[in-house]
């Protein structure tokens, strides 16, 4: 008898861990909902689409002729690189995806928060203290978001106008 129970006892173990780390994740996806970072995801997809928008391609022609190998806004062409443009920039903003995010910080959280941590946390989140923070918190990273966006668009179309140039005079050793 002693023996078997020897036997199960690795296993209890390993289901028990199993256990804790599943209910972890759970209450870390909890944690995750009740903070909102759902609604940060989308500021931050939208300041991404926005980041793109502000940098048109006519700027970057403006700034580098031969951006688009030589097509301007007057080549009939036109039409399709501002299409490619959008779809290129949506497709530059759709990772990770909203899912991926929300599971990512899911993960962080419950590989650094217990049990018992997440629970204290969801309970005073859960009380009107703890939404008056989570209020203030979407305030503070709207406005900081915000604040990256606007220096990231100023600076944008010259990075990008210098890397153009650097590419071009690559090509141009060959």
């Not at 008898?1 to 870390?28: D, F, G, I, N, W």
């Not at 909890?30 to 759902?38: E, F, I």
């Not at 690189?81 to 995010?101: D, G, H, I, L």
């Not at 915000?146 to 590419?167: C, D, M, P, S, V």
């Amino acid at each position: 008898m002693l023996k078997q129970l020897l036997t199960l006892l690795p296993l209890l173990l390993l289901h028990t861990q199993a256990a804790h780390a599943q209910s972890s994740v759970e209450l870390a996806k909890q944690y995750v909902v009740l903070l909102r970072y759902g609604e940060q995801y989308e500021a931050y997809h939208g300041q991404c689409l926005g980041n793109f928008r502000s940098v048109t391609p006519a700027a970057l022609v403006a700034k580098n002729p031969t951006y688009f190998n030589g097509i301007k806004p007057e080549s009939p062409q036109w039409g399709r690189v501002n299409k490619a443009y959008e779809t290129y920039a949506q497709e530059a903003c759709s990772r990770p995806t909203k899912p991926e995010f929300i599971d990512a910080l899911a993960s962080a959280y419950g590989q650094n928060l217990s049990v018992s941590d997440l629970n204290a946390a969801i309970t005073f989140y859960s009380s009107p203290a703890g939404g008056r923070l989570i209020g203030a918190h979407k305030a503070a990273a709207t406005s900081v978001y915000q604040y990256w966006g606007q220096k990231n668009r100023e600076h944008l179309t010259e990075i990008t106008a210098e890397f153009q140039k650097t590419i071009s005079k690559i090509s141009q050793e060959q």
